[in-house]
């Protein structure tokens, strides 16, 4: 199947520091989703791109859409410690085709 | 407005026993999908309904089975359950299957022994 590489595995900052992580894949996608999990939760929806080259924002959170469509980023500014979690990314390569996630990246922010 | 809902949330089951996972939404979503989350993995996609009436196999299918009760209600069934099914299981659902954004219960961790 389809496969997302998503990097850092994982990442150590101090609070108030900026983060950055992406996504990868080697097909061209027409979705990219952006999705936080707290320990023992749900993923929830931070941030959805449907277009190349898009730039979207939720607070501190920006997510870009890749222009080549076979990548996507997301930056935390400012982190805080409730930015702890793992963040998933995920793509889509058309309407018909099930969404395909990323391993995810685990942020640790230290006070 | 409970969104997607998930029972049990926890579960133990021997080797060979059946048990099947509810899971309903209130958001009048016509979607709705099964994922286990594996440490150190991402969610991974067992079945999935795209409308009532419909079901599809995703990546990792086997040794399960789906049940689309009705809009709000789709059960994952395991027949025979073995260690390799312990994982954390997710429900999610979502407008349309185009529509990508997904909404997701808080998950049934499953330990088979």
């Known amino acids: 199947g389809q496969q997302l590489n998503q990097s850092p595995q994982s990442m150590f900052i101090q609070e108030g520091e900026d983060v950055s992580m992406n996504c990868t894949s080697s097909?061209?996608?027409?979705?990219w989703l952006w999705y936080k999990q707290d320990p023992g939760e749900g993923p929830v929806l931070l941030i959805a791109?449907?277009?190349?080259?898009e730039l979207t924002s939720n607070g501190r959170l920006t997510a870009q859409f890749g222009i080549t469509r076979k990548d996507s980023f997301l930056n935390i500014s400012a982190s805080i410690p409730s930015d702890v979690g793992i963040y998933f990314c995920a793509g889509k390569i058309s309407g018909n085709t099930p969404l395909v996630f990323g391993k995810g990246t685990r942020l640790s922010v230290i006070a | 407005n409970a969104g997607v809902t998930q029972t049990p949330k926890f579960q133990v089951l021997k080797t060979g026993q059946s048990m099947t996972l509810q899971c309903a939404q209130d958001?009048?979503?016509?979607?709705m999908y099964w994922y286990r989350q594996d440490p150190g993995m991402g969610l991974r996609l067992i079945y999935y309904?795209?409308?009532?009436?419909?079901?599809d196999k995703g990546e990792v299918p086997n040794g399960y089975n789906v049940s689309r009760l009705n809009k709000r209600e789709f059960s994952l069934r395991l027949e025979s359950a073995a260690p390799s099914q312990t994982s954390v299981y997710f429900c999610?659902?979502?407008?349309?299957?185009?529509?990508?954004?997904?909404?997701f219960g808080p998950g049934t961790r499953l330990t088979v022994l």
């Open positions: 097909s061209i996608f027409n979705t």
């Open positions: 958001m009048n979503h016509n979607s």
């Open positions: 999610a659902s979502s407008v349309l299957a185009e529509r990508n954004e997904q909404f």
């Open positions: 309904s795209a409308s009532e009436g419909t079901t």
């Open positions: 791109l449907y277009k190349a080259g």
